[in-house]
């Protein structure tokens, strides 16, 4: 079975990581971009845009190993990707 490369993000990753942290932001974790927005989804978007998203993505394989995908490389590549 073919990998995903460790610099892509799946639409399911990208959704995980947005959501995780607008919960994180409306549970009190700092901003870490200047914004007017007070709300969370959109704050953890402008953030995702950003590539200012201070998480780690550890991905389980079929042999029970995990993989680490470097987060900011893979945020910049969706970005470059699914912005037209």
Do not use: C, H, Y
């Not at 919960?23 to 590539?51: H, Y």
Request: hydrophobic fraction near 40%.
């Amino acid at each position: 079975m073919p990998e995903w490369p460790k610099d892509r993000l799946t639409r399911f990753e990208v959704a995980r990581i947005i959501g995780a942290r607008s919960l994180q932001i409306f549970l009190g974790a700092p901003i870490l971009i200047k914004t007017d927005s007070s709300d969370p989804m959109e704050i953890a978007e402008q953030e995702f845009k950003q590539i200012k998203i201070p998480m780690t993505i550890k991905r389980p394989m079929p042999d029970n190993s995990t993989e680490i995908v470097d987060i900011k490389k893979a945020i910049k590549n969706w970005v470059e990707e699914n912005t037209n």
